[in-house]
């Protein structure tokens, strides 16, 4: 039985990623992803081990460097989230802009952090960095069509996760929100609700809702945090689409709202995510 919860988002990000290739034919090189995945590693090797053995020093607690502690390990995890969800995501020519996004991705964690909490997604950081600072990388929102055994799938796996990070209220308040939002303005244009459906049922804004929006260690700790955020995510998403006709716009709004965390934690206080125990601990 699968301890850390995030056993089942590697589990599951790797059959959608395997799915999308059998499935949908998607043209995806191996090289990148295997290059994608291990430069995520590396940098999350790299950087925990560093900033270990300076808090050792700071501490005067003079050790040698450990480049195998549990704590540096554990942390690979969450890099292996990251690679996976950058090649489910994003799409590259080359193997250098896949190795930026990855590089920055993880280095996120480390740089953007208030009291020792990151607050940017290191997998949306990493996206939107690759799209700002190159030339060659895009994002496909369409690329899962809209097969209705692709939203069962999505909504059961990330329902089962969500079920252990005690993070479904996240995922809830944005989908009903951005959900409503699309339905009001599809009523006033006088649109079927076949278009609505067409919408929603998106196996990338399906990925993005339950598994990236609800990363429990960069999203508020509190729930009426998370509701104000998510709710607040959900309507940038919604202008800069329908405003904008920003195709990635789910992406550009995480992003853009992610500093928002810090102000939300200020305001309601409330118990850090550990993930050794899947549960709420300061």
Not at 65 to 79: D, E, H, K, P, V
Not at 89 to 96: M, V, Y
Request: aromatic residues 16%; positive net charge.
């Amino acid at each position: 039985m699968l301890k850390d919860a995030r056993d089942y988002q590697i589990l599951f990000l790797s059959l959608f990623l395997f799915l999308g290739i059998g499935t949908r034919d998607w043209t995806l090189r191996w090289d990148l992803m295997v290059s994608t995945i291990t430069v995520c590693l590396l940098t999350q090797w790299f950087l925990a081990a560093v900033v270990n053995y300076s808090k050792a020093q700071q501490e005067w607690n003079f050790q040698p460097l450990n480049l195998f502690s549990s704590t540096i390990l554990s942390g690979l995890r969450s890099a292996m989230i990251t690679g996976l969800s950058l090649c489910l995501l994003l799409r590259a020519n080359h193997q250098s802009t896949m190795a930026v996004a990855a590089c920055l991705a993880i280095a996120s964690k480390f740089i953007f952090r208030y009291q020792g909490k990151h607050f940017f997604n290191p997998a949306n950081f990493g996206i939107i960095a690759a799209l700002i600072l190159t030339q060659d990388a895009w994002v496909s929102p369409g690329q899962w069509g809209a097969d209705w055994w692709y939203l069962l799938l999505f909504t059961c796996t990330g329902g089962m996760l969500l079920k252990r990070v005690g993070r479904g209220d996240t995922s809830a308040a944005f989908l009903l929100t951005y959900g409503g939002m699309m339905a009001l303005r599809n009523s006033w244009l006088g649109w079927t609700w076949d278009v609505w459906y067409h919408q929603l049922m998106n196996g990338s804004l399906l990925l993005f809702a339950f598994f990236m929006l609800t990363d429990p260690r960069s999203i508020p700790n509190a729930r009426v945090g998370r509701l104000v955020w998510a709710i607040s995510i959900a309507g940038v998403a919604f202008v800069l689409q329908e405003q904008f006709y920003l195709s990635t716009a789910i992406f550009w709004a995480l992003f853009a709202l992610a500093p928002l965390t810090v102000v939300l934690d200020y305001i309601w206080s409330a118990p850090w995510f550990s993930w050794s125990s899947t549960a709420n601990a300061r």
